[in-house]
């Protein structure tokens, strides 16, 4: 659809919630300035859920609440594994002319090793 409408097919969606930080940063990168550092928060749920948690909350809890009020991916594990995050930081730091792979990003799982090994949501 976007070669027969030529209409451009962007991405903005994965980073930023829709917000032009992909179309900003191409834009500094072709008028030629050099990218050094991008401060962000990349994740609205690990926003919700650390905003929330507290000591009368349990991060159980927490993390259900930010699924019901939409906050997650369907399957929470994916953001609490770091893995939308670093895919986020993957995209920006390509958008800014550095050559890596999702190796290359130090990620550090809010979840337990019970919890990453999971065979689903509910355990």
């Known amino acids: 659809l976007s070669l027969k409408y030529n209409a451009p097919f962007l991405f903005e969606t994965n980073v930023g919630a829709g917000l032009p930080i992909i179309d900003t ?19 609205g ?8 948690f507290n000591d009368s909350t349990k991060f159980y809890d927490v993390v259900k609440q930010a699924g019901a009020e939409g906050y997650t991916e369907p399957d929470p594990r994916i953001d609490l594994s770091g893995v939308d995050v670093a895919r986020k930081i993957l995209i920006l730091a390509r958008e800014s002319g550095v050559e890596m792979n ?4 130090e990620n550090t799982s809010f979840l337990s090793p019970s919890g990453q090994e999971s065979g689903t949501v509910e355990e």
């Open 25 to 43: 940063l191409n834009n500094l990168v072709a008028s030629g300035d050099k990218v050094t550092s991008i401060q962000a928060v990349l994740s």
């Open 45 to 52: 749920s690990l926003n919700f859920v650390f905003n929330n």
């Open 102 to 105: 999702l190796e290359d990003i």
